[in-house]
């Protein structure tokens, strides 16, 4: 009886391996972390625009106050 059940769990471990590597395997996962560090990447830019944005206005609200207070 533990022979047959040994034999049907090893049967199932490898229609498991075929059925994992039909679908896409590991190359599929390398594919979305590649594209995951792409969005990265893309995200980054983003903020660093926004960043330079946000700096840029609030560099000129405090010309805008100075040129009041002196007047």
Not at 24 to 52: F, N, P, V
Not at 64 to 70: F, G, P, R
């Amino acid at each position: 009886m533990y022979i047959l059940n040994f034999i049907i769990a090893v049967v199932a471990l490898i229609i498991a391996i075929l059925a994992y590597q039909r679908s896409g395997g590991i190359s599929d996962i390398k594919k979305q972390i590649d594209s995951m560090g792409s969005l990265r990447e893309k995200t980054a830019d983003l903020l660093g625009k926004l960043e330079k944005k946000f700096r840029k206005e609030e560099t000129d609200e405090v010309s805008a106050e100075e040129k009041k207070e002196s007047q």
